[in-house]
Every structure is written in structure tokens, then in C-alpha cells.
């Protein structure tokens, strides 16, 4: 006995001799069974309809389920249909002690907030497949940003520099404090950055993140070199004086805590 099938509004294949038949198509085939005869028997043959339902397909994720805070990760899906058939993918993300966010045609994820999010994937179907969905539970870890000083490391005696950070983080990394740690040089700096230099030399400049759900503490040192600078004298005395008269010369200068060394006179 021989096997054959005729399409109809489905499709689908047979093994000639073993009478297998696979499904392609949704719709109904004609298969057909011929007997070949022998000494005893003419040849023969019948015919039966078959109706192929539709299928719900398996979607498996196959791409990574750890990533951490701004981390990027792109979802990858394979499907149990072949031929690309099934229809197309959506993506999206629901958020639980994590959070993120997905491009829902490209499945790439932002991670936002460390914590678990749930990535769910679904198949939009098609004539010969139902909608299917799958979800994988994605952990987010924190991370540890940069941070770079991009303010001076230079600044002259008595001056003032409002230090300024940038960082890699994508959020919110806590509040930033300010140290200094004098070296040659001395300087004060207040909590918002300020830095008002004392005395020539270098200083360290050491900026902390305290961090938070997201991010980690992280450090960041700037080595600053202060300058001498010129002082500006006033000669604050009167400028008359009667012939054979005295006047005893008064200034004042910009040079704080009694430096800038001593002041001569001259006429």
C-alpha cells in the first residue's frame, strides 16, 4: 500500500511507504491509500479527508535572566514553529522589586532599578498558529558608578572652585559629600563643593556617593594645586599733608591671616 496527499485548503506531507503524515498547513488534505494488486487482487484505492487544526506553538527564552543596574540586554526567543511562522514577537516587562524598561518590537532591555522584573514574550499567531506567550523572571543587580571630577585642579590662594561631578549612572546615585585632605598646600571645602584655598601647594579633593536601592558607595580623588597669588594693597591714609607736618602711611591688603609678609615704604 502506497500513501499520497492531496492539498486543500491545508496542507501537508506523507511518507509513501510508511503512510507518516505531517502537518503543514491549517485547513483540511485529501489523503489517498492505493493497494498495488498482486496475482489474486486488481489494484485499489481509497480516500479519507483530514482536518488540521490550528497548534499553539512553545516560545522558549533563551537569552541571559541576571543584568544589572543600566545594563542593556537584548531578549532572545525561539519558537517551536519553523519557517518563521506564528506570527511575530512582543515584548514587554512587568515591574516587581525591580524595574526596567523594553523596546516591545526589538525586546531591548534598560534595567532601572535593581530587583526582579518579570520579561514576558508573545507570539501574535497567525492562519496556522493560536497566540502564544512565555515569561522568564529577570534578576537586576546594583552597580557601582563612575565618578569624575570635571571641575579645575588648579586654583590660587584665597581663591574659590565650586567642584562639579558627573557620573556614568543613569539615576538618581545619592547624596555626594566633599573631604579635603591637605597636603603641601591647605584648603576648606563646604558640604555643596566649595573649595576656598588657604595656602599654596596640594591638596586632595575626595568626592563619596553614599549610594542607594541602585547603586553602590563609590569614590572619586582629585589632586588640586593651589597657587600663590598677588595680593592687592589700599593705602587707606589721607593724601594731604602741610609742609613739615607727619602722617603715619595705613594700608589694608586682600592677603588674609596677617600673611603676604611685611610692608615697606617708600617715597
Known amino acids: 500500500i502506497t500513501f499520497s496527499i492531496s492539498s486543500g485548503s491545508g496542507s501537508a506531507t506523507v511518507n509513501p511507504t510508511t503512510g507518516l503524515i505531517t502537518a503543514i498547513g491549517f485547513g483540511t488534505v485529501t489523503l489517498t491509500a492505493t493497494s498495488t494488486g498482486d496475482t489474486n487482487y486488481n489494484s485499489a484505492t481509497t480516500s479519507q479527508l483530514i482536518t488540521i487544526g490550528k497548534s499553539t506553538p512553545t516560545l522558549t527564552i533563551t537569552s541571559a535572566n541576571t543584568l544589572n543596574v543600566d545594563g542593556t540586554l537584548t531578549a532572545t526567543t525561539i519558537s517551536s514553529v519553523t519557517g518563521g511562522r506564528g506570527g511575530a514577537f512582543t515584548f ?12 516591545a518590537n526589538t525586546g531591548f532591555i534598560t534595567a532601572i532599578g535593581s530587583g526582579t522584573i518579570t520579561l514576558t514574550v508573545t507570539s501574535a499567531g497567525d492562519t496556522d498558529y493560536f497566540t ?5 523572571e529577570i534578576t537586576i543587580g546594583m552597580t557601582t558608578p563612575t565618578l569624575i571630577v570635571t571641575s579645575a585642579n588648579t586654583i590660587v590662594v584665597d581663591a574659590v572652585l565650586t567642584a562639579t561631578i558627573t557620573t556614568t549612572a543613569g539615576h538618581d546615585i545619592g547624596t555626594l559629600s566633599y573631604n579635603i585632605t591637605n597636603g603641601t598646600g591647605s584648603a576648606i571645602v563646604d558640604p555643596l563643593g566649595v573649595i576656598s584655598a588657604i595656602s599654596a601647594g596640594d591638596i586632595t579633593l575626595t568626592v563619596t556617593s553614599a549610594g542607594n536601592s541602585a547603586y553602590y558607595s563609590t569614590i572619586v580623588d582629585q589632586l588640586i594645586t593651589i597657587g600663590m597669588t598677588t595680593p592687592t594693597l589700599t593705602i587707606t591714609s589721607a593724601n594731604t599733608i602741610s609742609l613739615g607736618g607727619s602722617l603715619s602711611a595705613i594700608t589694608n591688603t586682600t592677603a588674609t591671616y596677617d600673611r603676604g609678609g611685611a610692608v615697606t615704604f617708600s617715597i
Open 92 to 103: 514587554s516587562v512587568v515591574a516587581g522589586s525591580g524595574s526596567a524598561t523594553v523596546n
Open 132 to 136: 502564544a506567550s512565555t515569561s522568564q
